[in-house]
């Protein structure tokens, strides 16, 4: 069995995994611990899976005053269930970079992730995210510090280049730190989300990092529609593991294996367990607003939808949706 059932204590569990490996993209209020808690009871032992929480200020966790403090670190809390699971952290300060790491370390992740890939400008103007795709020499640092303070297996997730495609350079700048994976958002930043993912520059990706004999795994992101489709671009491209993000959306079933479309009972089944989760980890941290997202996600394709999906959205809250929705459960 792939999944670990105890903290790594330092071992690369990467290197066990079967490939390919599906991994659960880092998203600010979608991957967080309700969410994964749901993902991990309905994934099967038999697709090698990894989660990674949300991303998370290393500044934050530093300088925060003892209850904004205290909501991050909420947002690090995982259940043993979701093991493999990985923290993601971001900050262009190499002091706090190493701190975090080792505060993960504490926290028993099993894998560390630098985020230099997120296009939001208010991280951007804090010189972390894809901002640092334009100063290689940092971003080295990073992973150094990154290394040295969670003594496990770090991995960087990033895009091609940031307003053009700089992977020929890029790439050999991280890999010259040895980190055990690198993920890559087959696009640039200026590209967004906007155009199709260049699933050939990930194949490429792979070409760069077999030419200088390097041992990082490298995963493709981008596009990626289900585990079938993952399979495809990962035989297609050579790249060790396939990371899926908007896949997951109304669809916790991602990493069970099972095929078939599920029943309206189903899913409104698990989101009425997925309200339950969210108010036990998340009541008073996070606004039930968020919520929404996925009451659009699970609800749909069957008459009479589109009304339950109305009457959730004009909800009062998250406990009168839950209502409305257990008069429905057969």
């Known amino acids: 069995m792939y999944m670990t059932d105890k903290a790594s204590n330092g071992v690369n569990f990467w290197e066990k995994l079967p490939k390919p490996f599906f991994v659960l993209a880092p998203m600010e209020d979608v991957s967080d611990a309700a969410f994964r808690a749901l993902i991990a009871k309905c994934s099967s032992s038999d697709i090698p899976r990894v989660l990674y929480t949300e991303f998370t200020s290393a500044d934050g966790l530093l300088r925060a005053d003892e209850k904004g403090r205290d909501k991050l670190l909420r947002k690090l809390k995982y259940s043993e269930i979701e093991r493999p699971i990985v ?4 900050t262009s300060n190499t002091e706090h970079m190493e701190a975090g790491a080792r505060l993960c370390k504490e926290l028993s992740f099993d894998g560390f992730d630098i985020n230099m890939g997120c296009p939001d400008k208010t991280v951007e103007k804090q010189q972390c995210g894809s901002a640092l795709i334009k100063n ?5 640092e990073l992973i150094r510090a990154a290394k040295k303070g969670f003594g496990g297996p770090v991995a960087v997730k990033t895009r091609l280049g940031y307003n053009v495609d700089e992977l020929e350079t890029w790439l050999p700048e991280l890999l010259a730190e040895e980190p055990t994976v690198v993920t890559l958002h087959a696009r640039t930043r200026k590209e967004m989300s906007d155009v199709p993912a260049h699933w ?3 194949a490429r990706a792979v ?5 200088l004999k390097s041992k990082t795994l490298i995963v493709g992101n981008g596009d990626v529609k289900d585990i079938a489709d993952a399979r495809i671009k990962a035989s297609e491209t050579g790249c060790d593991g396939v990371m899926l993000g908007r896949a997951i959306f109304g669809n916790p079933w991602l990493f069970s294996g099972r095929t078939d479309e599920p029943s309206p009972n189903e899913k409104i089944a698990l989101l009425i367990e997925h309200i339950q989760l969210f108010q036990k980890h998340l009541s008073g941290l996070v606004s039930e607003a968020v919520m ?12 009479g939808a589109k009304e339950l999906r109305t009457q959730l959205m004009e909800a009062e809250d998250l406990r009168q949706a839950h209502d409305i929705l257990n008069t429905l459960v057969s």
């Open 87 to 90: 923290a993601q952290l971001f």
């Open 136 to 140: 290689p020499a940092l971003a080295r």
């Open 200 to 202: 050939d520059r990930i």
């Open 207 to 211: 070409q760069i990092r077999d030419e």
């Open 292 to 303: 929404k997202r996925h009451f659009k996600a699970y609800i749909g394709g069957w008459d």
